[in-house]
T-cell receptor, first 113, second 116 residues
Framework: QKEVEQNSGPLSVPEGAIASLNCTYS??????FFWYRQYSGKSPELIMF????GDKEDGRFTAQLNKASQYVSLLIRDSQPSDSATYLC?????????????FGQGTILTVHP | GAVVSQHPSRVICKSGTSVKIECRSL??????MFWYRQFPKQSLMLMAT?????????EQGVEKDKFLINHASLTLSTLTVTSAHPEDSSFYIC????????????FGPGTRLTVL
């Protein structure tokens, strides 16, 4: 069983729509949760991080965390073609695993004009 | 924001040679850095944790004698792929946590290794 699992995708949405990306994790003790965006041939760039249950908003991005359900999501409002990329969910177990991230397999998002 | 650099960005080598990749934190000190490997169309897989002043810790299945890691200073970690073979061809990425309690990590731009 994968430790971090993302909805398989690929996901295609029209420009201006809301893109919803989902992620579940198996380690109930996980402390920190991250969403990275990765363009083809490039390294990941951090979009958002969340530690507490609930929603966290930053511009067009909203991360949602539900630790009881071991679920974290990313919503992208007013999607733009430049948002087309692979989105990686990453989880940090914390404690002695300081800084170690476990990544999901990624979801490819395509925003079409 | 925090910046992590890698050098070289791309390397092509012959089978059997060794390749060194450098990872530097440019505006913060990093006692810990991480090395990941990413094969085409796959996600990032953690290879090892580089620790300043002590030995690196390797993930299960990663050969420590093949992937030598040296954390020479608080801003520099190096990964040496020894006796590289075509199956080692991959995208190698380092990261460094800025050191806050929430472990925000910043990734280097990556090194594309091709072994002929």
């Amino acid at each position: 069983q994968k430790e971090v699992e993302q909805n398989s995708g690929p996901l295609s949405v029209p420009e201006g729509a809301i893109a919803s990306l989902n992620c579940t994790y198996s380690d109930r003790g996980s402390q920190s949760f991250f969403w990275y965006r990765q363009y083809s041939g490039k390294s990941p760039e951090l979009i958002m991080f969340i530690y507490s249950n609930g929603d966290k908003e930053d511009g067009r991005f909203t991360a949602q965390l539900n630790k009881a359900s071991q679920y974290v999501s990313l919503l992208i409002r007013d999607s733009q073609p430049s948002d087309s990329a692979t989105y990686l969910c990453a989880v940090n177990a914390g404690g002695t695993s300081y800084g170690k991230l476990t990544f999901g397999q990624g979801t490819i998002l395509t925003v079409h004009p | 924001g925090a910046v992590v650099s890698q050098h070289p960005s791309r390397v092509i080598c012959k089978s059997g040679t060794s390749v060194k990749i450098e990872c530097r934190s440019l505006d913060f000190q990093a006692t810990t850095m991480f090395w990941y490997r990413q094969f085409p169309k796959q996600s990032l897989m953690l290879m090892a944790t580089s620790n300043e002043g002590s030995k690196a810790t390797y993930e299960q299945g990663v050969e420590k004698d093949k992937f030598l890691i040296n954390h020479a200073s608080l801003t520099l970690s190096t990964l040496t792929v020894t006796s590289a073979h075509p199956e080692d061809s991959s995208f190698y990425i380092c990261s460094a946590p800025r050191g806050g309690p929430r472990d925000e990590q910043f990734f280097g731009p990556g090194t594309r290794l091709t072994v002929l």
